[in-house]
């Protein structure tokens, strides 16, 4: 098969950020396009399961590992096409992500200076349409480059065709079909960021809602705040291991969402109130880790040397250096099912499941 073959690992927890995961049947590395193309039309012939690990950041894969070959992307580079007014950015899918943010930050390119910190690699943004502090990376992306493995094409998606949604993307809901090559974004060109939509970061500026600061500042400010939460990779994260934010933030139609607020009421008294957020679209988000902690989990909820709630964030389920994918999913179903029997709400998760089923409380 085209690639790097790499020396079989006896788990693929070596390679995710939550170091869970069990062993490959076969581990490649790969990097140009045409060597990626190839190889995933070489698994396909052969009949063979093929998965496309990144960073490994946003990923929980069964204890049993995978019963196929898992290709690592490492082709990086980054190109720009100029115009007066923006800049369309492409870069290649193996690119680390927050490079990439530090890099715009610092030739004052402006749109995704919010998504500083996001672990992982160019090719997996789009997938969940990474977003944090009121920016999600859909609302960059000019187009993507995949290899589309059922129609045997090398296509460029626009937006439209992408299918995005809250932490969501046709890519997500066709696992396997597309082999992301290369993401183009536009950005501004401007040292100042967008308006701050988001009240925490707002805060943290110094600023009022919907004012713009230096890109760098905002860049800093988001680094610290996702910092105090845990969310940030690195040596110092390394004994209590994470894939992030394990839960999405529900978003709820109007009328359950005032369903929500009475049972809210109910449990916990006539003056509570749920943080809810009104969507553009008439749609209402709630906060996931609201719920959770008044279902009655805290934060480091769980076994201290296995798996349990991080203690700085109630969204982030970490591996203590103990734990079990099995474990990991037994806790998770825990909460999810402590939200919709108190509240009535249904929780999803956030990572990419692989050789896993989610099975959705409620």
Not at 169 to 183: E, H, Q, T, Y
Not at 204 to 217: H, K, N, V, Y
Not at 271 to 300: H, N
Request: net charge negative; with cysteine; charged share 20%.
């Amino acid at each position: 098969m085209p690639g790097i073959q790499l020396p079989l690992t006896t788990s693929l927890s070596e390679f995710t950020s939550l170091r869970l995961g069990g062993p490959p049947r076969d581990l490649i590395e790969v990097c140009g396009e045409d060597e990626a193309i190839e190889a995933a039309r070489q698994a396909d012939r052969d009949g063979i399961p093929l998965l496309v690990l990144g960073g490994g950041s946003n990923v929980v894969i069964s204890d049993d590992g995978f019963p196929g070959t898992v290709m690592r992307m490492r082709e990086t580079g980054v190109e720009y096409s100029d115009s007066e007014a923006d800049v369309v950015l492409t870069a290649r899918s193996g690119e680390p992500w927050d490079d990439l943010v530090g890099k715009c930050a610092g030739v004052g390119l402006s749109g995704v200076e919010c998504l500083s910190g996001i672990p992982g690699l160019v090719g997996a943004a789009p997938i969940q349409n990474i977003g944090a502090y009121g920016q999600d990376v859909s609302q960059s992306i000019v187009s993507v480059h995949v290899y589309d493995r059922v129609d045997a094409l090398v296509r460029d998606l626009g937006p439209g065709e992408c299918g995005f949604g809250y932490r969501d993307s046709g890519f997500k809901r066709s696992p396997g079909r597309f082999l992301i090559l290369a993401v183009s974004l536009r950005l501004s060109r401007s040292w100042l960021s967008g308006p701050i939509l988001y009240p925490q970061l707002a805060e943290t500026l110094g600023l009022t809602i919907g004012e713009s600061a230096p890109l760098e500042d905002v860049r800093s400010a988001v680094l610290a705040l996702r910092g105090r939460k845990g969310l940030l990779t690195g040596p110092e994260g390394e004994a209590m291991a994470s894939a992030g934010s394990f839960f999405t933030n529900p978003v709820l139609e109007a009328d359950a969402a005032e369903k929500l607020r009475m049972k809210v009421r109910e449990s916990l008294g006539d003056s509570a109130e749920p943080p809810l957020y009104p969507q553009a679209d008439g749609t209402v988000k709630a906060s996931a880790a609201w719920l959770i902690e008044r279902a009655g989990f805290d934060r480091g909820f769980g076994d201290p040397d296995g798996i349990a709630i991080s203690p700085l964030h109630t969204l982030v389920l970490t591996n203590r250096g103990r734990g079990s994918t099995r474990e990991l999913l037994a806790l998770a179903h825990e909460i999810a099912d402590g939200v919709s029997n108190r509240f009535g709400v249904k929780l999803h998760p956030e990572p990419v499941l692989v050789g896993v089923e989610w099975e959705a409380s409620g």
